[in-house]
């Protein structure tokens, strides 16, 4: 079965700062791998995705994040916070099933 | 492409009402999924589409719920006799067929309050 893991429910950092929210997952097969982004009663917006291919993926608004098979982990960075950052990031696995497994979700708050 | 679209927005209903959603997903998208959102949780599967078939219910839709999707368009989601536990976002989703296009595109939400 496919599970993720989402450390921190809460994080906050500086304006300016790295941003490092983790993720980690269980899958019995290859995953696919993907950080969404969601503001308050909004729906959820693709933020980056890793499927095959180079381990380091690049998304929008600055973010990265990076397949390591050995930790199991996928983990989303920025390297400058920003004010519009704040909102709730979620994790997702889907492995080949068509359906997506999501993380608990870790609220981003950022600071001036 | 105007985008996975979800009506209504809100709905506020008195518990033992029945409720229906629509979903719209974006035009060349045939599969359809339905996930359910309480606060403070990630959003939980309930059910998929392909086409007008759907493939697979979770066990977290009760006989209470039903969804269609009627000539492989749009979907409905119905929850009969309301109940409190019931209040979450009701997100759609869709998606082009093909391992390798697996991204989902998810629409705005619905937003169910059984009071």
């Known amino acids: 079965a496919q599970s993720v893991t989402q450390l921190g429910s809460h994080v906050s950092v500086s304006e300016g700062a790295l941003v490092l929210l983790r993720c980690n997952y269980s899958s019995s097969v290859p995953p696919y791998l993907f950080w969404y982004v969601q503001y308050p009663n909004q729906g959820l917006q693709l933020l980056l995705k890793?499927?095959?291919?180079?381990?380091l993926v690049k998304g929008i608004n600055g973010f990265e994040a990076e397949f390591k098979k050995s930790e199991t982990s996928f983990h989303l960075t920025k390297p400058s916070a920003h004010m519009s950052d704040a909102a709730e990031y979620f994790c997702a696995v889907d492995s080949g099933t068509y359906k997506y497994i999501f993380g608990t979700g870790t609220r981003l708050k950022v600071l001036a | 492409d105007t985008g996975v679209s979800q009506n209504p927005r809100h709905k506020i209903t008195k518990r033992g009402q029945n409720v229906t959603f629509r979903c719209d997903p974006i035009?060349?998208?045939?599969?359809l999924y339905w996930y359910r959102q309480t606060l403070g949780q990630g959003p939980e599967f309930l059910t998929y589409?392909?086409?007008?078939?759907?493939?697979?219910k979770s066990r977290l839709l009760s006989d209470r719920f039903s969804a269609e999707r009627p000539k492989g368009s749009f979907s409905t989601l119905e929850i009969q006799r309301t109940e409190q536990g019931d209040s979450a976002m009701y997100l759609c989703?869709?998606?082009?067929?093909?391992?390798?296009?697996?991204?989902?595109?998810f629409g705005q939400g619905t937003r169910l309050t059984v009071v």
């Open positions: 890793y499927t095959t291919g180079a381990t």
């Open positions: 989703a869709s998606s082009l067929p093909g391992t390798k296009n697996t991204e989902a595109f």
């Open positions: 035009s060349e998208h045939n599969r």
């Open positions: 589409f392909q086409n007008e078939a759907q493939l697979e």
